[in-house]
């Protein structure tokens, strides 16, 4: 279905995040910094995309953004020696991690098919749960002295209350956007959008705070999931 409003979105967000990638990974090079700096820098930014999903009139348009990035990114990963490869593959990586920015963007990919008009805010939270908190879960601790870890894997406690912090802020920014342009199903009152943000900030947390073993390469599904999950039950049966 044309719509050239979407059609000049879909082509401004595609060029505005490759532009982003090439743009960080610049900087990276110029002051030596390791590919995990893209990487992070990729992973809490370039979620934010999603913002701007209540301003396509039509699903297809987000969803071939989407189509299109998993491929070009999936193409660069492969590829080794290439640009996009460089950029968020690190040195002796294993394959299910290396991928995880795939995983990324089909996790939105499923949302975006699976929540819109009035529930396109499950899709903008659970991703900027991903984006924001997972982003910086592992990030905060690594400039700490002292950390709590978990018994039963590698992961702290002070990794879980950053990845708490900023989901919420993600949550809520999300939520406020997703509340001012007719993407939820009322419009929610200050405290509503104040107690959803949490919830799913929680939810975020717990999820990747247990995301252990072979599971933990793919947190960028499970947390956005678990989170997606709870609130369309919450929307559904509350």
């Not at 956005?224 to 919450?234: D, E, G, T």
Request: glycine share 6%.
């Amino acid at each position: 279905m044309w719509n050239f409003h979407d059609a000049c979105l879909a082509i401004a967000v595609i060029l505005g995040e490759v532009l982003f990638i090439y743009i960080v990974e610049i900087i990276r090079r110029k002051m030596n910094l390791p590919t995990s700096f893209t990487r992070r820098m990729i992973h809490f930014f370039a979620g934010d995309a999603v913002l701007l999903i209540p301003f396509f009139t039509y699903q297809i348009y987000p969803l071939i953004v989407l189509f299109l990035m998993v491929t070009l990114t999936t193409v660069g990963i492969m590829k080794k020696e290439g640009f996009f490869s460089t950029s968020m593959v690190e040195k002796g990586d294993v394959v299910l991690h290396a991928y995880g920015p795939v995983y990324y963007i089909i996790s939105v990919l499923i949302m975006t098919a699976l929540f819109w008009n009035e529930l396109r805010y499950i899709t903008m939270v659970a991703t900027m749960v991903m984006a924001w908190g997972d982003g910086v879960a592992s990030l905060i601790p690594k400039y700490l002295k002292k950390l709590h870890k978990y018994p039963w894997c590698d992961k702290s406690i002070e990794g879980s209350l950053s990845m708490l912090l900023f989901s919420l802020f993600g949550a809520l920014l999300a939520l406020s956007i997703a509340n001012s342009f007719n993407s939820t199903p009322k419009v929610f009152l200050p405290m509503e959008i104040l107690m959803i943000s949490l919830l799913a900030s929680i939810v975020g947390t717990v999820a990747e705070a247990i995301s252990m073993g072979a599971i933990r390469h793919f947190d960028n599904f499970s947390v956005p999931f678990s989170v997606a999950l709870v609130l369309y039950l919450l929307e559904k049966f509350f």
